[in-house]
């Protein structure tokens, strides 16, 4: 089973960045996939951002420009670095990493961004 443990949300004001980091931990998997999600209050969760082996990204509409998934070289930790931040983009964050076996889901952060 993976255990997965997400870091990086908080407040920030328009325009500011933040790095949101999920580190996944466990024996026995190979992680083909990971991304990130957010849900906003009274909204349904929306894909943010995926990244697959061969590191193909896929982005939603509202974030191409200003957001940038990537993972680190063991490709069990998936970064969301978000620059020029909109209080649109105000939701709980949630981290997704699919094995062959199964899908895993984080604990979610939040981020406000707000002046």
């Known amino acids: 089973q993976v255990q997965l443990v997400e870091s990086g949300g908080g407040l920030v004001q328009p325009g500011g960045s933040l790095r949101l980091s999920c580190a996944a931990s466990?024996?026995?998997?190979?992680?083909?996939?990971m991304g990130w999600y957010r849900q906003a209050p009274g909204q349904t969760r929306e894909l943010v951002a995926t990244i697959i082996r061969g590191d193909s990204t896929s982005y939603a509409d509202s974030v191409k420009g200003r957001f940038t998934i990537s993972r680190n070289n063991a490709w069990n930790t998936v970064y969301l670095q978000m620059n020029s931040l909109k209080p649109e983009d105000t939701a709980v964050y949630y981290c997704?990493?699919?094995?062959?076996?199964?899908?895993?889901w984080g604990q979610g952060t939040r981020v406000t961004v707000s002046s």
């Open positions: 997704n990493v699919q094995t062959p076996r199964n899908e895993n």
């Open positions: 466990g024996s026995g998997f190979i992680i083909f996939k």
